[in-house]
């Protein structure tokens, strides 16, 4: 799949395609997930789009979804919860499985950054 260059030119840290871009980065995107009028969307024929796996998972049921999720890599686990995030009624039930998702793998990774779970309290 095609990406396109998307800058954050703004002063605050961008969310776009399941990746933080802070102020200044420029980050290749898939231009499905590029809000208009953002990024250099090249002008290609008005051929049929490839399928993304991703958006039609995150248009699926909800048990559905939660049954592919371990299946997911880590980039397209991020691409659905911020699709989730953004819909016009997120599903709670999704993105707790997501959040649940995110903490099994770090889990299964021995937690390498060092855990801070409680410690500031």
């Keep these: 799949m095609n990406k396109i260059p998307v800058t954050n030119t703004s002063d605050a840290n961008m969310h776009i395609g399941g990746s933080v871009l802070r102020p200044g980065e420029t980050q290749l995107v898939e231009p499905h997930l ?12 008005n051929d049929e789009p490839p399928v993304d796996h991703v958006l ?26 911020a699709l989730e995030a953004s819909a016009s009624k997120p599903r709670k039930g999704v993105l707790e499985a997501i959040t649940a998702e995110h903490l099994r793998r770090a889990s299964e990774e021995g937690d390498n950054n060092g855990a801070d779970n409680g410690a500031a309290e």
């Design 56 to 81: 039609e998972l995150q248009k699926s049921k909800v048990d559905i979804v939660i049954a592919e999720l371990t299946a997911l890599s880590l980039d397209d686990l991020h691409a659905l919860e």
């Design 34 to 45: 590029v809000p208009p009028g953002m990024g250099e969307v090249s002008t290609q024929a």
